[in-house]
């Protein structure tokens, strides 16, 4: 689901992975799948020919379920995995964070908050890092939610729980 998520919404990856999961419940199945065999699965989403050969390189890659690699080096030499993708999957397996998810949201949220400067997602995670103690980097999963919910691009902010340390909020009294 993570390869699939890039540009798309939850809501959509949602409502195909059921039928995918249920067409190739495991990596050896996936790894037999042709582009032309999981059009009728993801055919709609954006990037569908990349995804679809992301899918079957990495599941060619892994072979088994229980062979998912676990640390963030090894999981962005796979096909369609970058940083943010990475910390996804390390987290979702309880695995501790070698990073801080920094997604759209978060490429949002942490400026406004005042934490973080610029628009690459790689130097906002640098900087989240050097400012967080590594206990406290799923704080990008919080602000990602913030950013879905509250702070959009239209901002929430009357009923934001962060106004009061928020310097975009601050800045507009």
């Known amino acids: 689901m993570v390869i699939l998520s890039a540009r798309e919404t939850d809501k959509h990856i949602n409502q195909l992975a ?3 999961f249920q067409a190739f419940p495991t990596m ?4 037999k799948a042709t582009t032309t065999r999981l059009r009728p699965y993801i055919g709609k989403m954006r990037n569908f020919p990349h995804k679809a050969a992301w899918l079957i390189e990495t599941a060619k890659t892994i ?3 229980n062979a998912i690699p676990l640390t963030l080096n090894q999981l962005i030499e796979l ?6 993708s990475a910390n996804v999957i390390l987290r979702e397996a309880g695995s501790p964070p070698e990073g801080i998810i920094v997604d759209l949201h978060v ?3 942490a400026p406004r908050l005042g934490i973080a400067a610029g ?3 790689k130097k906002i995670e640098a900087q989240l890092m050097d400012i967080l103690p590594k206990k406290e980097w799923d704080a990008g999963m ?6 879905r919910e509250i702070c959009r691009p239209q901002p929430l902010c009357e009923i934001c729980l962060m ?11």
């Not at 919080?142 to 950013?147: C, E, I, R, V, W």
Request: charged share 25%; hydrophobic share 40%.
């Open 107 to 109: 490429l949002r949220v």
């Open 28 to 31: 050896t199945a996936l790894s």
């Open 63 to 65: 072979k088994k379920d």
């Open 79 to 84: 096909p369609g995995i970058g940083r943010k």
């Open 163 to 173: 106004k009061k340390v928020c310097r975009y909020y601050l800045s507009s009294l």
């Open 18 to 20: 059921p039928a995918l």
């Open 142 to 147: 919080a602000m990602s939610f913030l950013g």
């Open 119 to 121: 628009t690459n997602a």
